[in-house]
């Protein structure tokens, strides 16, 4: 993008809350007040079979990150309707969001269920805990969880499919040829200036048969 673009873009930013409106417009009273600090036994019946979730968190500078979590079945729990339980499995250690949690405990997290093209929200804060009750509570094929994640729910909603109907993402015929798609291997030869022949596929595709 050339840099008289780019200058323009800045010129023209969006800082008020005012111009934000003006450009997207206001909400509903309904949809200013979907929120609540609590689940229902619906609710909680969707998130029992969304097995994938994407987890947001932030340091205490407030970078964020925003990391995809998913399980053969849901494994969450909800001890009251306030409270929501996640596992932890077998990764890459970094344990990017869980070092956020230790400086911001805030997280945001959207529940999707395979095949639906709704979503429901929760923010809270979270807490970790290693209690071998808890965590063998959340076992997934024989394997006890790493820890859990422990939330708190701030507000819990209902978002609409939008986005996933616009991005047809059920949708089989929608979907890029799979040869079209870079490889992860070639995506980190090249981020890192690697030789791709450096990168042994075996390994890097060893994860895919050790989920836990």
């Known amino acids: 993008m050339e840099r008289t673009r780019i200058d323009t873009l800045v010129r023209e930013k969006i800082d008020t809350v005012a111009q934000l409106e003006a450009a997207v417009g206001e909400p509903s009273p309904a949809m200013r007040n979907k929120t609540t600090a609590y689940t229902t036994p619906l609710i909680r019946e969707f998130i029992a079979h969304a097995r994938f979730f994407v987890l947001a968190t932030a340091d205490a500078a407030g970078n964020c990150d925003c990391s995809p979590r998913g399980d053969l079945v849901s494994t969450v729990l909800f001890p009251d309707e306030r409270t929501l339980v996640l596992a932890d499995r077998p990764g890459n250690r970094r344990a990017d969001s869980y070092r956020n949690i230790l400086e911001n405990p805030h997280v945001g997290i959207l529940f999707i269920v395979p095949g639906n093209e709704e979503v429901v929200r929760v923010n809270g804060t979270a807490s970790l805990t290693t209690d071998p009750e808890l965590l063998d ?26 986005a996933l109907l616009r991005a047809k993402l059920w949708d089989p015929e ?11 291997r070639d995506m980190l030869a090249e981020q890192h200036r690697l030789d791709v022949t450096d990168l042994e596929p075996a390994r890097q595709e060893a994860y895919r048969a050790h989920l836990y």
Do not use: F, K
Not at 141 to 157: C, F, H, K, S, T
Not at 174 to 184: E, G, K, Q
């Open 174 to 184: 929608s979907w890029p040829d799979p040869s079209t798609v870079p490889a992860i």
């Open 137 to 162: 509570e959340l076992a997934m094929n024989g394997r006890p969880a790493q820890l859990a994640m422990i939330v708190r729910i701030d507000e819990a909603y209902l978002h609409c499919a939008r």
